[in-house]
Structure formats: structure tokens, C-alpha cells
T-cell receptor, first 110, second 115 residues
Framework: GQNIDQPTEMTATEGAIVQINCTYQ??????LFWYQQHAGEAPTFLSY????GLEEKGRFSSFLSRSKGYSYLLLKELQMKDSASYLC???????????FGKGTTLSVSS | GAVVSQHPSRVICKSGTSVKIECRSL??????MFWYRQFPKQSLMLMAT?????????EQGVEKDKFLINHASLTLSTLTVTSAHPEDSSFYIC???????????FGPGTRLTVL
């Protein structure tokens, strides 16, 4: 079966660093995506990993270990606007729909 | 780049009417588009995969005669909710898979309320 796990909720304070973990078990693997979704809005693309290692993009970084079925999204210098749901999604085959985790709701406080 | 539009963004209709939602990739070609539904505080649920020029593939439990999908060009897919009922009220989101990169980009979503 297909399974993607990530924590349901996390809290952090402004200026801090937070790491959101994601583990996956899928029939195939063609890449892992992270999306950000604010309440009432559609998801926006954050990052894509297909090879092992760290991808850095400004305040956000994403890491992948294919052998461990594990990824994390690292958010640095947190801002209030980073309060949102973060979705981990896996493509198990090129051209097919992504398999989404249930999302991690991040609350950033001052 | 990689912009996907959806229209309308919000619609309120009476029970029994049909509603058409359009999904367009504005600056890239998308042979494949996907339609999702999301209920409050829940994750995205894939409804169907739409391929340009062929029939859509529906996920288990999704009625193909109720949710009509047409993918007439490489930049446009439409979802028609036929004979809508209050339980169809939801947030409908499309995504378009860029042919060149395999990355999926989401439209802004359509909030459907059926009275």
C-alpha cells in the first residue's frame, strides 16, 4: 500500500528553526514534493527532491533519503506568515497523481 | 512561470443544478491534469486524472457520470459537477503537471456551496 506519515501539528516561535519530518512507503518513487497551504487556499509548490541530499531555497530547505524513505522540510528564521499546513507528497510513477500526506499544521507565535 | 488558473473561484448554486469549473495552465503545456477535492481540515483527495484527448481515469468511489471531466487541449481541463447536492459542497482544486518537468502546480481552487 501507499503510506505517507507526517506530524499533525507543530508549534514554533518567530525567528526559530523548525523541521517537519515525512516518512513514506510507496510502490515506486519518482520524487518527493513539499507544498505549503494556507487556510482556504490551494497548495503552493515549495520544493522537489528526487536524489538524496539537501536542496536549499532561501529560508526553506528540503532533505531526502531514499534508502530510509525519509524527508524533512527545514524552515529557518520563521515568520508569522509561515503559519500554514505543509504537505509532503510523493510521485510513485512519472505522470501519475501525487500521493499526499495529511499535512502538518505549523503555528508560529511571536 | 508555472501559473494555473481556476474559474470560478467561488460558486453558490441550488441543489440539482450543474456547475462547470475550468482549469487552465497559463504558461506551460499540461498533457495531464488532476482534480482533487478537499473537505475542511482534511487532506487533498484525488478524484480523477485527466489526460488530453482521452477519457479521464476516476479514483475508486468517484462517480464518473456525476463528475464529468473534459480535457480538450493541452492547457484546459473542465470538471462539471452534475445535479449537485449539498454533500458535494467542498473545495475543488486542480493541478497541472508540466510536461517538461513532471512537477505539479495547483490552481487557486474553487469553493462550491450547494444549497
Amino acid at each position: 500500500g501507499q503510506n505517507i506519515d507526517q506530524p499533525t501539528e507543530m508549534t514554533a516561535t518567530e525567528g526559530a528553526i523548525v523541521q517537519i519530518n515525512c516518512t513514506y512507503q510507496t510502490s515506486g518513487f519518482n520524487g518527493l514534493f513539499w507544498y505549503q497551504q494556507h487556510a482556504g487556499e490551494a497548495p503552493t509548490f515549495l520544493s522537489y527532491n528526487v536524489l538524496d541530499g539537501l536542496e536549499e531555497k532561501g529560508r526553506f530547505s528540503s532533505f531526502l533519503s531514499r534508502s530510509k524513505g525519509y524527508s524533512y522540510l527545514l524552515l529557518k528564521e520563521l515568520q508569522m506568515k509561515d503559519s500554514a499546513s505543509y504537505l509532503c507528497a510523493v510521485s510513485n510513477q512519472a505522470g501519475t497523481a501525487l500521493i499526499f500526506g495529511k499535512g502538518t499544521t505549523l503555528s508560529v507565535s511571536s | 512561470g508555472a501559473v494555473v488558473s481556476q474559474h470560478p473561484s467561488r460558486v453558490i448554486c441550488k441543489s440539482g443544478t450543474s456547475v462547470k469549473i475550468e482549469c487552465r495552465s497559463l504558461d506551460f503545456q499540461a498533457t495531464t491534469m488532476f482534480w482533487y477535492r478537499q473537505f475542511p481540515k482534511q487532506s487533498l483527495m484525488l478524484m480523477a486524472t485527466s489526460n488530453e484527448g482521452s477519457k479521464a481515469t476516476y479514483e475508486q468511489g468517484v462517480e464518473k457520470d456525476k463528475f464529468l471531466i473534459n480535457h480538450a487541449s493541452l492547457t484546459l481541463s473542465t470538471l462539471t459537477v452534475t445535479s449537485a447536492h449539498p454533500e458535494d459542497s467542498s473545495f475543488y482544486i486542480c493541478s497541472a503537471r508540466a510536461d517538461s518537468t513532471d512537477t505539479q502546480y495547483f490552481g487557486p481552487g474553487t469553493r462550491l456551496t450547494v444549497l
